[in-house]
């Protein structure tokens, strides 16, 4: 049986992708700071904290004790009750773009530095680091949200440097950053009433669309920054 791994499992597109996946017949392994928000025949669920480094490694040779095929990373943070992005610089203060940075750079690298001996080791996997276009630099043409952006740049480097070290010991790996698009989700809901109806995605859209861009990953496009059609985004 295939078997997927789903890292903030607690999120709204995580939700999305563990149902796709156990409608599809997948083994999920789900890792959340949070108790279990499903029970279903195929779903191992782990709650952890992966500041917790001896609890982490322990729950990830739990999960390879049966061969892994894809892994999801899916922490973000964007807004709280307390903060919006930031629309000027003047409003750019070190508690926000540290709480974005926590959640949207140190999280996902913590996991994949525990990862990496597992994945230099498996044939054929797949990491999907749940990212978003407005981290890339190129593309920035309409500014703001300083923290968000700075914090998702600054991933798409982890993303692309952790590639490069893991194509060296494991030539069958991709490694990639991806931008789900804009989703109904609690990070998108503040802003989903400026977004057309037509690009605003369910959880379970989002998730059908990601699936099908790790089936069709290749090792060629590994470090790549890839939109949620599976075409490359300029870093
Ligand atoms: N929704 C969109 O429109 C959109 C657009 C572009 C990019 N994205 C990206 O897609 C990813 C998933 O977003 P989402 O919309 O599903 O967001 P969400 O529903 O708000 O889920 C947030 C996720 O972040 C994790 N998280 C929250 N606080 C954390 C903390 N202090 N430490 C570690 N993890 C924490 C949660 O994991 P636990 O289960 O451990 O609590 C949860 O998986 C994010 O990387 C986001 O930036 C989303």
Redesign the pocket.
Same mark, same amino acid.
């Given at each position: 049986m295939a078997k997927v791994m789903i890292? #903030? +499992?607690?999120? #709204?597109? +995580?939700?999305?992708l563990m149902q796709h996946y156990l409608a599809a017949g997948w083994q999920v392994d789900a890792?959340?700071?949070?108790p279990a928000i499903i029970e279903q025949e195929g779903l191992n669920w782990y709650q952890l904290?992966?500041s917790n480094e001896v609890v982490l490694n322990d729950t990830l040779e739990q999960c390879f004790s049966d061969t892994v095929d894809v892994i999801f990373?899916?922490? #973000?943070?964007?807004h709280d009750e307390a903060r919006q992005p930031e629309k000027a610089i003047a409003q750019l203060k070190p508690a926000q773009l540290e709480?974005a940075l926590?959640?949207?750079l140190f999280?996902?690298a913590r996991y994949l530095q525990a990862l990496m001996p597992w994945l230099f080791r498996t044939p054929n996997i797949r990491v999907l680091?749940?990212?978003? /276009?407005?981290g890339s630099i190129t593309d920035n043409s309409l500014g703001g949200w300083y923290s968000?952006r700075i914090s /998702?740049a600054a991933?798409n480097m982890l993303v692309k440097t952790a590639s490069i070290e893991l194509r060296r010991r494991n030539k069958t790996a991709s490694l990639v950053a991806v931008?789900? #698009? !804009? !989703?109904?989700?609690?990070?998108?809901a503040p802003?989903q009433a400026r977004v057309p109806e037509q690009q605003?995605?369910q959880?379970a859209e !989002?998730a059908a669309r990601l699936a099908k861009v790790a089936a069709a990953l290749t090792c060629e496009q590994s470090g790549h920054l890839l939109h949620w059609d599976g075409s490359s985004l300029p870093y």
């Open positions: 890292v #903030g +499992a607690s999120g #709204g597109i +995580a939700n999305g890792l959340s700071r949070q904290d992966e990373l899916c922490q #973000g943070w964007l709480q926590t959640i949207n999280s996902p680091v749940l990212s978003a /276009k407005v968000y /998702k991933l931008h789900p #698009g !804009t !989703t109904a989700t609690a990070l998108s802003f605003l995605q959880p !989002t």
